[in-house]
Structures are given as C-alpha cells and as structure tokens.
Nanobody, 126 residues
Framework: QVQVVESGGGLVQAGGSLRLSCTAP????????MGWFRQAPGKEREGVSC????????KYADSVKGRFTISRDNAKNTLYLQMNSLKPEDTAMYYC???????????????????WGQGTQVTVSS
C-alpha cells in the first residue's frame, strides 16, 4: 500500500526558511512525477512546484519562483522543497503528491496526481 508522508512544516517569521521533505514507502519512486501543492483556508488547492521523474525538469508557480527550490533524491525515495524568503501569503497546508507517467517533464495539474499525503502546515508570521 502506498503512503505519502510529508514533514518539515512549522511556524517561521517572514523572510525565514523551511525545508519540506516527502517520502513515499511502497511507491516506485522514479516511475512518478512528484509535486508540491498547497491549500490555504477558504482557497482551492494550488500547484506550487513539480519535478520530473529524473529530476532534470522542474516547474514553479509564479508566486514562488526564485524563492522555492524543488528537488528529489531517487536513491532515497525522497522529495524536498526548500522554501526561502517566506511571506505571510505562503501560509497554507502543503501537500506532496505523486503522478505515475511514462512521459518526461512534469505538470502541477491537481487532477493528474494519484497519491497524496496528509499535508504539513506552514505558517509564516509577519
């Protein structure tokens, strides 16, 4: 049974940094595109970033470009999201998700992702 487990969230002041991690026991990790999504109260879930199966291709939401970096370590079956220069508007529940595909590249279309974690809360104070 596939599980997706996020960690690393917390409370940080504006301008600070956090590093999120995601592991997926039971998942054939390098068969899956991996993505980070977030959902703030009263808002729809939105794509933050994704990384291709090999790690060579990444995409970012305009709101996080230049501040967030996604990476993956296929040998460790782990996905990361380094978040720098955090802003109060980054406050949300952050979710890791997996999308099985044979294609290269990646996308942050929510509906394409098959496996989701329970989320980790990120709160940025002003």
């Amino acid at each position: 049974q596939v599980q997706v487990v996020e960690s690393g969230g917390g409370l940080v002041q504006a301008g600070g940094s956090l590093r999120l991690s995601c592991t997926a026991p039971g998942l054939t990790f390098d068969d899956h595109v991996m993505g980070w999504f977030r959902q703030a109260p009263g808002k729809e879930r939105e794509g933050v970033s994704c990384v291709s199966r090999s790690g060579d291709n990444t995409k970012y939401a305009d709101s996080v470009k230049g501040r967030f970096t996604i990476s993956r370590d296929n040998a460790k079956n782990t996905l990361y999201l380094q978040m720098n220069s955090l802003k109060p508007e980054d406050t949300a529940m952050y979710y890791c998700a997996a999308h099985r595909t044979r294609l290269g590249g990646c996308t942050v279309i929510v509906g394409l992702y098959n496996y989701w974690g329970q989320g980790t809360q990120v709160t940025v104070s002003s």
